[in-house]
């Protein structure tokens, strides 16, 4: 994924700099371009090329095990919030695989582990989470065959929420506590 990462930013800077970013894109999958034509050297795309992936992987190694904010997971989109639990799981052994965004039966996240399939729906939400939430993993666990539910958020739960999710073995995270999912 990463050179295809890479690839894409390099078309998108040549095609900013008058070049057909469609035409890029093509070439540097069959690896043919050139980065000298049209008498325009592009030196400085293929030193963009060759660095890239040190940086992507300096910036991912620095994020690994760094605890997010309550205000960088405000300032994530529903997916990237998803995105964030996803990847403190792996990062603490867990298989994990997104369902699909729509018809997802009312979760978002299964992360299995030895015998352990935990279903997670995760909320990134401005307000407190309620009741809907826990009935969708309740649902979901029964759907999917898991052996337990989650319901994470970067806000706060209802005391609804609370309650119903302690009848049904619902375990919930909340903002305060996101640091829990690699716990779970």
């Not at 989109?77 to 052994?93: K, M, N, P, Q």
């Not at 299995?112 to 309620?130: F, H, L, M, N, P």
């Not at 958020?153 to 929420?161: D, G, H, L, M, V």
Request: aromatic share 6%; charged share 30%.
């Amino acid at each position: 994924l990463l050179p295809k990462l890479v690839d894409d930013c390099v078309a998108r800077i040549a095609g900013r700099e008058g070049e057909n970013e469609g035409r890029i894109r093509v070439e540097l999958i069959k690896g043919e371009f050139n980065f000298r034509r049209k008498g325009k050297e592009h030196k400085h795309l293929l030193r963009i090329r060759d660095r890239l992936p040190a940086m992507f992987a300096e910036y991912h190694q620095e994020q690994r095990g760094k605890r997010k904010t309550l205000e960088e997971l405000a300032s994530l989109s529903g997916i990237d919030f998803e995105t964030a639990v996803g990847r403190v799981l792996l990062e603490h052994g867990w298989h994990v695989t997104a369902t699909s965004a729509t018809g997802d039966q009312g979760a978002d996240i299964i992360a299995t582990k030895g015998e352990r399939k935990v279903i997670i729906q995760a909320k990134r939400y401005s307000g407190a989470v309620g009741n809907k939430a826990v009935q969708e993993v309740v649902g979901a666990i029964l759907f999917y065959g898991g052996t337990e539910g989650c319901v994470v958020t970067n806000s706060t739960f209802t005391p609804a929420a609370r309650v119903l999710a302690q009848k049904n073995n619902i375990r919930l995270i909340d903002g305060f506590r996101f640091h829990e999912i690699a716990e779970l």
